[in-house]
């Protein structure tokens, strides 16, 4: 497999399950992003990971708990999660540190999740 | 704060038509960059094109070219004789010069009708 793959690219669940998303990058590179795209609202970002490290946190509630275990995998735990949670996120990953500016970002396709 | 504005939010234009995507930025930083992104009704974005606020030559790609301008903050697209494939979502996103915080705008809807 090639790029970013996300999984589920579909997900339904109740206010009160624990279900958890994945994205795989077979890129080699060394960060990795959770976005969340809903119908009214530009992507905002959620999490950054560079090398396994947490580097921004946007002030996303404690039901989503994101998870790094290595630079080719990036999880999203989620729980007790509200209606207005449905949207569709994605994940992204780039190759790139601050001394060489900006990274461009490769998006996998997507996991639209629907809370109950 | 940083802000992108993409005031278009639907264009709707006939096949072969010219169209330009509007989008205007706001940023305290001196070094900063900005990007194009294409999302099709598949959903997955597609990296377009990245600018560094330093470099205000223009560009162009086959039909498409972008015109950045600092003095008025605007980075803006457009599609020449535009083709059904066309027909996306396209996001103006900005990010700091650390590199790992892009925030996007709100997104233009293109239908591109044959």
């Known amino acids: 497999e090639t790029g970013v793959t996300q999984t589920p690219r579909h997900l339904v669940m109740g206010m009160t399950n624990k279900k958890s998303l994945k994205c795989e990058q077979h890129?080699?590179?060394?960060?990795m992003y959770w976005y969340k795209q809903s119908a009214k609202k530009p992507l905002e970002l959620m999490f950054v990971?560079?090398?396994?490290?947490?580097?921004e946190n946007n002030s996303v509630p404690s039901r989503f708990s994101p998870e790094c275990p290595n630079s080719s995998h990036l999880f999203l735990h989620l729980h007790t999660l509200q209606p207005e949670d449905s949207a569709l996120y994605l994940c992204a990953s780039s190759q790139g540190d601050r001394a060489s500016g900006a990274n461009v970002l490769t998006f996998g396709a997507g996991s639209r999740l629907t809370v109950l | 704060a940083q802000k992108v504005t993409q005031a278009q939010t639907e264009i709707s234009v006939v096949e072969k038509e010219d169209v330009t995507l509007d989008c205007v930025y706001e940023t305290r930083d001196t070094t900063y960059y900005l990007f194009w992104y294409k999302q099709p009704p598949s959903g997955e974005l597609v990296f377009l094109i990245r600018r560094n606020s330093f470099d205000e030559q223009n560009e162009i790609s086959g039909r498409y070219s972008w015109n950045f301008q600092k003095s008025t903050s605007s980075f803006n697209f457009t599609i020449t004789a535009s083709q059904v494939v066309d027909s996306a979502v396209y996001f103006c996103?900005?990010?700091?010069?650390?590199?790992?915080?892009?925030?996007f705008g709100a997104g233009t809807r293109l239908f591109v009708k044959a």
């Open positions: 990971y560079n090398f396994k490290e947490q580097t």
């Open positions: 996103a900005l990010s700091d010069a650390g590199g790992f915080k892009t925030i």
């Open positions: 890129l080699g590179h060394n960060a």
